[in-house]
């Protein structure tokens, strides 16, 4: 029998013994899975040389009328 490799992932099985996600912590999480042009969670996520994630269509939408990084304002094309 195959062990997967992520077998330490279970479905997430709510219970009374369970504590909610405090907010601060919730907010932080979204910070980090969110793009920051569309305030939205990703669905196609792609990252600058910077190290800033986008979502793919509008980054490259973006690009298309500021050729630039829409946190920092360093040059970028749709090929980086």
């Known amino acids: 029998i195959e062990t997967p490799i992520f077998d330490f992932l279970v479905p997430y099985q709510s219970s009374s013994e369970t504590a909610p996600v405090p907010d ?3 907010r932080k999480m979204e910070k980090y899975f969110t793009c920051s042009i569309t305030n939205e969670l990703f669905f196609d996520p792609v990252q600058t040389p910077g190290g800033h994630a986008f979502e793919r269509e509008p980054l490259v939408m973006s690009l298309a009328n500021n050729p630039h990084c829409p946190n920092t304002g360093v040059p970028l ?4």
């Not at 094309?77 to 980086?80: F, G, L, P, V, Y």
């Open 24 to 26: 601060i912590v919730q």
């Open 77 to 80: 094309s749709a090929d980086n």
